[in-house]
């Protein structure tokens, strides 16, 4: 089976249960979102999706090309997330605020890490990039989780929730 028809299978399925998960937001708040999304993201919304995954330490989240094959949106993204990852790993989480809003979940307390409390993980995907946020600090794993079901809100026409992964670190 090619890989684009796996991933659309998950995100069919998975699209059924983010619903009952997480209360969408708005029509108007999703339009928002979008709008400013597409003044920070490179990549088209409708092209790709965000995965969510919370961990047992904190959280992956992935952005994925719908069609593996798209390699210009392979490209937006994986310059985008490293070059977020850079940010976050110095504290700078303002491109989650400029979409999102400064009321953001989880965001208030991921600015208040300290240098190094979350280790920032940037890596490449076949189909597009992932950054892997892990912790020891309790406040923060939560902050983390907030935050990511926050993005999976916003979102909602275009990220889904990935599986657990308590099994990863």
């Not at 995100?11 to 708005?26: F, G, T, W, Y």
């Not at 990852?85 to 979940?105: C, L, N, R, V």
């Not at 189909?127 to 892997?132: H, T």
Request: with cysteine; glycine share 6%.
């Amino acid at each position: 089976m090619k890989y684009s028809t796996v991933a659309s299978l998950l995100i069919a399925c998975s699209v059924s249960v983010s619903a009952q998960a997480l209360e969408k937001a708005s029509e108007q708040r999703l339009d928002e979102v979008a709008q400013r999304g597409a003044h920070v993201m490179p990549f088209n919304l409708e092209q790709t999706t965000h995965v969510f995954s919370k961990t047992k330490k904190g959280g992956v989240q992935q952005v994925i090309a719908k069609d593996s094959s798209n390699i210009e949106q392979i490209k937006f993204i994986r310059e985008h997330l490293s070059k977020i990852s850079q940010e976050f790993m110095q504290g700078d989480f303002s491109d989650p605020a400029k979409i999102h809003g400064e009321a953001m979940p989880g965001l208030s307390e991921l600015r208040a890490a300290q240098p190094g409390q979350i280790k920032i993980v940037y890596k490449e995907l076949p189909n597009g990039a992932e950054i892997d946020y892990s912790t020891d600090n309790a406040k923060l794993i939560k902050a983390i989780h907030k935050w990511f079901d926050a993005q999976l809100t916003d979102h909602s026409r275009h990220a889904i929730p990935g599986h657990n992964m308590h099994h990863k670190q």
